[in-house]
């Protein structure tokens, strides 16, 4: 195995299979009705259920006619695909730690087994404040800082266009969850206003060891939605509810949607956040950009009340504060913990 850090090898039951199912992928849903003018209702009721299906059975779809004008995508994927080109030392200049957790970064972990990738980390609202620590009772705040790289040229404008549009992409597909919720379209728009979200430049690197490593180890998605663009190499898998890892198929300029921990807790369920990882090769590098669209730090994050309005439908989960869960699970990602980190399951009630 020569020179690989024995950090990266995945445990034997969660390497991934080199040949795995690309059939029957996750759903595909045409964003069109919401650009028609006028308004088509049917159009939008089917697009509401649509939507409300593929997060009931999957938890995951992919948009196409989005309304995020390629341009955008085409930027942001040229200034990652340079920054990362520099040598790690360059890269080491913006890199992040645990005071700020913005910046580059090469050794996380997911599950204590290290993911073979680098990232970027940016966020763009000003400011991004979360807690200091994940402690009860503490309630002091820190702001989030991005350290913007001198290389390349336009790297912070390519990153903050793109992120401004996706945004505006990520609070319309909220909408259309909550419509298919049966609730108001903005049920949830209130918890964003002082947001926490951000996004994330991952690169891939080609990897000798892609049956024993994993770009990012299986894991759920924190936060409410992740809207992430992938290239054309292909590589994220999705656990189907059947237990069969799945890939997602690169779709040209097409963003992928998935359910994180959030709305499982606000839908009482009836919408799961799904496990996925990422799977590398050793011919082709790699990159994506996640936008992790996540509420205020201060946001007690428990089922909409009109979701559990009778003792058939009781609350599965006790309220807990998103700044103090996020914050707990990220200290995984610097160090090897003994324990497996928090999950929303810990705040399961037991009715
Ligand atoms: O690179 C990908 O396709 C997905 C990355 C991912 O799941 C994550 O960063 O949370
Ligand atoms: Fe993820």
Redesign the pocket.
């Known amino acids: 195995m020569g020179e690989i850090d024995p950090s990266f090898i995945q445990s034997t039951e969660h390497r991934p299979k080199l040949a795995s199912t690309e059939a029957e992928g996750i759903p595909l849903i045409d964003l069109s009705p919401l650009h028609n003018s006028p308004p088509d209702s049917t159009a939008m009721e089917n697009l509401v259920a649509e939507i409300g299906n593929a997060c009931k059975d999957w938890g995951f779809f992919q948009v196409i006619n989005h309304g995020v004008s390629v341009n955008y995508r085409q930027a942001i994927e040229s200034v990652s695909r340079e920054f990362f080109k520099q040598s790690i030392e360059e890269k080491s200049k913006v890199k992040r730690d645990e005071l700020n957790p913005m910046g580059y970064y090469d050794g996380e972990h997911t599950k204590n087994v290290r993911d073979w990738?680098e990232?970027f980390d940016f966020v763009m609202q000003v400011p991004t404040l979360i807690p200091a620590s994940h402690e009860d009772g503490d309630e002091e705040v820190i702001m989030l800082l991005t350290q913007w790289p001198q290389y390349p040229p336009k790297f912070r404008e390519a990153c903050e266009e793109y992120t401004r549009e996706t945004e505006k992409l990520s609070h319309k597909l909220l909408e259309l969850i909550s419509l298919s919720l049966g609730l108001p379209a903005n049920r949830f728009s209130g918890f964003f206003k002082d947001q926490t979200s951000f996004t994330?430049l991952?690169y891939?690197p080609r990897c000798p060891i892609p049956d024993l490593a994993l770009?990012?180890g299986r894991?759920k998605?924190a936060g409410a939605l992740?809207v992430?663009a992938?290239d054309d190499v292909g590589?994220?898998e999705v656990k189907r509810k059947d237990g069969e890892w799945v890939r997602?198929k690169p779709t040209p300029d097409a963003y992928?949607v998935?359910v994180g921990d959030l709305i499982q807790v606000w839908s009482n369920d009836k919408y799961e956040s799904v496990e996925?990882?990422?799977m590398v090769n050793s011919e082709r590098e790699?990159f994506?950009?996640?936008f992790?669209f996540n509420p205020a730090h201060y946001t007690m994050v428990e089922p909409v009340a009109e979701l559990v309005v009778n003792e058939q439908n009781p609350a599965k989960y006790r309220a807990f504060n998103w700044g103090k869960f996020v914050s707990a699970r990220a200290l995984s990602n610097f160090k090897k913990l003994d324990v497996e980190n928090l999950q929303v399951y810990h705040f399961k009630t037991s009715g």
Request: glycine share 8%; proline share 4%; charged share 20%.
């Open positions: 990738k990232v994330r991952n891939y770009g990012v894991h998605d992740t992430l992938q590589g994220l997602v992928i998935n996925h990882r990422v790699r994506s950009i996640p992790f």
